[in-house]
């Protein structure tokens, strides 16, 4: 992906849409429940005291001073909006904080289909119940530090507000960031550098939890949404790239590209495996020098035009409205045209060697539906998900 603000934002997007999955909402549930009894108990005690406190006014002042109880009550609880608005967020990160490893451990798990060996998920969560509460202790520390000097530079007109909502996106990321990158033994340091190298996306992602944080009730999944999208910013921008092919993953080769479709993101990657680029990235390749490789394509690779070019709009929103003639290199070898193996049309359907018909035909219906060239897919791409599932199930 493109290291930009919005890609930062669509990650948190992201994750409000993965905490809605089966395997994931026990981890979103039963922190929120446990937040919304603690904050209903508080409440309570503090309507039941105010209530005490006004009896207490009330029997010591004059009569004609019983109006003050309806200027008071507003004022009450507006105050009590106040606290609860910006008190839930920090009680729901302790309370949860033990939880939140796991919701990142399993929707790392839902994105690439690679467990984390890390043992029984209540017995970890037992034994790193003081360890997780130290270090989200340790976070509120360095955000209550750093936001003395940011606190100060408020008083500076438009500039100040500015900054500290920078300040306050910079702090969103490092904070949900922290799960992903711990479950891989990232230390604190580490993890703030990798999200320097990445300051904008990073600072996009911060800033769009920023702003959910700001709507009332719906600031509410404000927590869980943010530790998945953080999850999948660091699956997708952070992670060390690996060639393992997970399920729900497809794979489809053409002489210059590798093209990746993740079934249940829908993203794309992949890399280049020849000419200039070849071993480099497709998400670390700007889009000009991509399009310069079409061109190129164009004139010697009409597979992997096609491919290129539906990555481009998938991924980078750049549709190519004309594109010139394809030619192919007719003394050129073309391993595409040999016959498909089962191998790779289980490669190109991202399925295991054991899975069934009703799996190749999920398969291949996921992803005929973006690769279909009336849906911004290409003839080359479909034909080869018709193919993989033919040999399949044949």
């Known amino acids: 992906m493109v290291s930009n603000p919005i890609s930062g934002a669509g990650y948190l997007l992201q994750g409000m849409r993965l905490i809605a999955r089966p395997g994931l909402r026990r981890f979103v549930a039963i922190p929120l429940l446990v937040n919304i009894l603690v904050f209903s108990l508080a409440i309570l005690f503090g309507v039941a005291q105010f209530e005490a406190f ?3 006014m009330d029997a010591r002042l004059p009569g004609w001073l019983s109006w003050l109880d309806w200027i008071l009550w507003p004022v009450f609880i507006l105050l009590l909006a106040v606290l609860v608005f910006y008190g839930f967020g920090i009680l729901a990160n302790l309370i949860a904080s033990p939880f939140n490893s ?86 604190f340091r580490e993890m703030r550098q990798r999200l320097r190298g990445r300051r904008t996306l990073s600072l996009g992602f911060g800033a769009a939890a920023a702003g959910l944080g700001m709507v009332p009730i719906v600031n509410f999944i404000l927590m869980p949404s943010a530790v998945a999208g953080a999850t999948a910013m660091w699956v997708r921008e952070f992670r060390p790239a690996t060639n393992y092919q997970g399920p729900h993953q497809s794979r ?143």
């Open 102 to 187: 796991l919701l990142a451990e399993k929707v790392e798990l839902t994105l690439t289909g690679r467990p984390l060996d890390q043992g029984d998920d209540y017995a970890r969560l037992l034994a790193e119940l003081l360890p997780t509460l130290l270090d989200e202790l340790r976070k509120i520390l360095y955000a209550l530090l750093w936001s003395i000097p940011f606190l100060l530079l408020l008083f500076v007109p438009v500039v100040g507000p500015v900054l500290w909502f920078l300040y306050t996106a910079w702090i969103l990321a490092v904070q949900y960031s922290d799960y992903p990158m711990g479950n891989h033994g990232l230390k």
């Open 252 to 394: 489809v080769a053409t002489r210059h590209v590798l093209l990746t479709i993740d079934h249940l993101s829908g993203d794309m990657n992949g890399e280049i495996l020849a000419g200039p680029l070849a071993g480099r990235p497709l998400d670390q390749i700007g889009t000009e020098e991509l399009l310069d490789l079409l061109m190129t394509c164009y004139q010697t690779d009409a597979e992997s035009a096609e491919a290129l070019e539906v990555y481009l709009t998938h991924e980078r929103g750049h549709r190519i409205h004309e594109p010139p003639p394809r030619h192919r290199a007719e003394a050129a070898p073309q391993p595409e045209n040999r016959a498909m193996d089962a191998a790779e049309a289980r490669a190109i359907l991202g399925i295991k060697p054991e899975d069934g018909p009703d799996e190749i035909q999920g398969a291949h219906r996921r992803l005929i539906q973006r690769l279909h060239p009336d849906r911004g897919g290409s003839d080359y791409l479909a034909a080869k998900v018709n193919e993989a599932k033919r040999i399949l199930l044949r």
């Open 54 to 56: 006004l009896t207490f």
